[in-house]
């Protein structure tokens, strides 16, 4: 494999898309690209889908589909058995409905995340499931429980559901030996979830990592967070399952720190970012032992680097440790080319009702926006494999 020209091969990225599959998602990333657009755009979708205007469709054919699986499970199943069949690709499905407040709702996505479990659990192409804190209890709850702030009693009995919950959904986890992901999410409730999480590791993770946390590595405070983990892990005897990501919540946090007069806990810039999110994957990969990764970045480099560090600590390209993965809809040259060299890949597949997994997907767009050269990278790319098809 030459290095470093692993992610230009068109043909083994863009395998799987048929020529009009090509078409839309140059077509889209055109949209994206235009920032302008992007803001009238999410405007205009928000207003038609509370306005109970016919434009369900439109967004199914264009946006949804590009970037989401369906609508539920059965409808992802094409979707992944197609990646996987052709491209070695797994998938992790994501119940992507997001901001829910009632409890209802909260034993809603409960029942949703035991089910794909047992789904999953048949499913050689589905190897994780995964949640959000957030879709388990109330942001305010986990917010108050993170500051150190009373509860009264209505938000305590809340928060014992919580765990409930998290217990319940980890130990099915374990029964059914399938690894769990819990995603991160904003800093003022993320101690709240570290705790809670590093619970379930103490009861869960004693063979092997079942239950895994997310590093949002754009945070500085995250490395000596999982060292001092790793120290607990030593001292009470399990295995630590970690999800790397570099983060999602970039200007709510820089505006909340700003805003409350606290400092950001946002690392000064991207190279900062950038070099903490090697130097962890770095120490993770050294101490493979007590620890399983997936590492979950659109970051070329990066992916070079988890690459080189596997070579050079002779860890064998599909240990069932380390995961590489990447959004369903984005950066296809990097997970398919990974793939095709034996490593362990996976696509997080969105999925859900439209109207309920538009926040998703409006987020998904901004990001592309404001990450510099993401979308243009997938507008060369996809510009490179339409020429070759043209020939």
Known sequence: MKEHTLFDNTETAFALKSDSELERAYFLFKMIANEPLVRIGTAVTNFALKAHLPVKGLIRATVFDHFCGGVDE????????????????????????EGKEEEEQFDHVLDKTMGILDFVDQKEAIPFGVFKPTGFGRFLVWQKKTEGATLTGEEEEEWNRIEERFDEVCKKAYECDVPLLI?????????????????????????????????????????????????????????????????????????RAAEKGYRTPICENKAATDLNFDTT???????????????????????????????????????????????????????????????????????????????????????????????TRELDLLSKERKRRKL
């Open 281 to 375: 994957l770095d120490y993770i990969l050294q101490n493979l032992g007590d620890i399983a990764v997936f590492i979950g970045t659109h970051n070329e480099d990066s992916c070079y680097q988890a690459i080189e560090l596997m070579r050079k600590q002779k860890i064998v390209k599909n240990d069932p440790r380390v995961w590489l993965g990447q959004l369903y809809g984005m950066s296809d040259h990097i997970s398919f080319n990974l793939a095709a060299e034996g490593y362990n890949v996976a696509k997080y597949l969105p999925f859900g009702p439209v109207k309920d997994v538009m926040p998703y997907l409006i987020r998904r767009a901004e990001e592309n926006t404001s990450v510099a050269g993401q979308t």
């Open 183 to 255: 995603d991160g999410e904003e800093s003022w409730m993320q101690d709240a979830a570290d705790e809670l999480v590093a619970k379930m590791m103490r009861k869960y993770n004693k063979e092997k990592a079942i239950v895994y946390n997310t590093l949002q590595l754009y945070r500085h405070d995250r490395l000596a967070y999982l060292k001092e983990l790793h120290e607990e892990a030593k001292v009470y005897g399990f295995k630590i399952g970690m999800k790397i990501v570099r983060g999602a919540y970039m200007e709510k946090e820089n505006d």
């Open 74 to 97: 059965e409808d992802c199943i094409p979707v992944v058995e197609r990646m996987y069949e052709k491209g070695r690709v797994s998938s992790v499905l994501d119940y992507s409905v």
